[in-house]
């Protein structure tokens, strides 16, 4: 059986995915980064991420500069959805034979300036040959036993939250697809939301990164809480901007919020109580809310209408 008849990336996921019993590991596969025991008061974080030519990136769209950014946002985005904080990078790069050597100077200046605003550092890597560009990262962090937040938190009654707006990467890939100029720059140019993680890490039952879409985040923390949700379509935050472009491009631009991905905003679950005491310097919105598990996952339209909330990006799919 191919990887593409197999059930798609997640199932692929579940399948090498093994429980570890070594005392050290707190968290393994299954979040957004493994959490091992590092000292009295704090934890070690431990994520990679791989960004592939034509895949994540197209050189004919991006700079060298705009490439190593987003190398580091992406990364950097699954150290905040703990409550953390980065460290230390080690950096390998498969380079084609013509791959210019100005981009090479490029991308690890993109990578060093965005690492210079998280406070982290490139400390290694490995250098090889490909017949595709491809870039791995793997980045240290830490995090405060008390701040440390984990997609199985969520707790029934619990409000579901976003950072940000939603859909808008999503919008601008395809924008560039179409060989359309416009509302791209949240796709080559990504921001995660990591100070604003710190903020709500003091108060939130469980987060995750928007790195796959809405409806994919809020099964991740359902299936890990063991509980269920609803979100309702119209809570949705999509930017006026996003809303255009999808639809100058015959889109829906929730499909995009919903399914789109790498928006690098994050989803939390927090009591009523405690989110209005955040202090989160960039708008939330309350999308949702955590039900038993036996009520599922449901998207809620605006005429009270439910159906289950269902998909989000697959790598090993091409359809949205």
């Not at 793997?138 to 995090?143: D, K, Q, R």
Request: aromatic letters at 6%; glycine letters at 12%; a negative charge.
């Amino acid at each position: 059986m191919n990887i593409k008849d197999f059930g798609g990336e997640f199932k692929l996921i579940d399948l090498i995915s093994k429980n570890t019993s070594n005392p050290d590991v707190i968290v393994g596969i299954g979040d957004d980064c493994a959490v091992l025991k590092y000292s009295e008061k704090e934890h070690l974080l431990w994520t990679v991420d791989m960004m592939v030519d034509g895949d994540h990136f197209r050189t004919d769209w991006m700079t060298g500069g705009q490439v190593g950014a987003k190398t580091v946002e992406s990364n950097v985005s699954d150290i905040a959805a703990m409550g953390g904080l980065p460290k230390y990078a080690l950096v390998s790069i498969a380079l084609t034979d013509d791959t210019p050597i100005e981009f090479v100077e490029e991308l690890y200046g993109g990578m060093r300036l965005c690492g210079k605003k998280y406070g982290l550092e490139i400390v290694g890597g490995n250098t090889t040959h490909s017949k595709t560009l491809t870039i791995d990262f793997t980045l240290l962090g830490v995090v405060e036993e008390k701040k440390l937040t984990l997609r199985s938190g969520a707790r029934v009654g619990d409000l579901i939250c976003v950072t940000g707006d939603l859909g808008k990467s999503r919008v601008g890939l395809e924008l560039l697809l179409a060989g359309k100029t416009g509302f791209t720059d949240a796709y080559l140019n990504p921001s995660c939301r990591l100070f604003e993680a710190r903020e709500i890490a003091g108060y939130a039952n469980s987060m995750i990164d928007v790195s796959d879409g809405l409806a994919s985040e809020v099964n991740h923390i359902c299936q890990m809480s063991g509980v269920g949700a609803k979100v309702y379509e119209k809570e949705i935050p999509i930017l006026e901007k996003t809303r255009k472009a999808a639809e100058s491009l015959g889109k829906n631009p929730l499909e995009y919020a919903l399914h789109g991905g790498e928006d690098y905003e994050l989803v939390f679950t927090v009591s009523a109580e405690k989110y209005g005491k955040m202090n989160v310097e960039c708008p939330t919105s309350v999308v949702g809310k955590i039900l038993p598990e036996s009520s599922g996952t449901n998207l809620i339209d605006p005429k009270g209408v439910k159906k289950p909330l269902g998909g989000g990006y697959d790598h090993f799919k091409t359809d949205m």
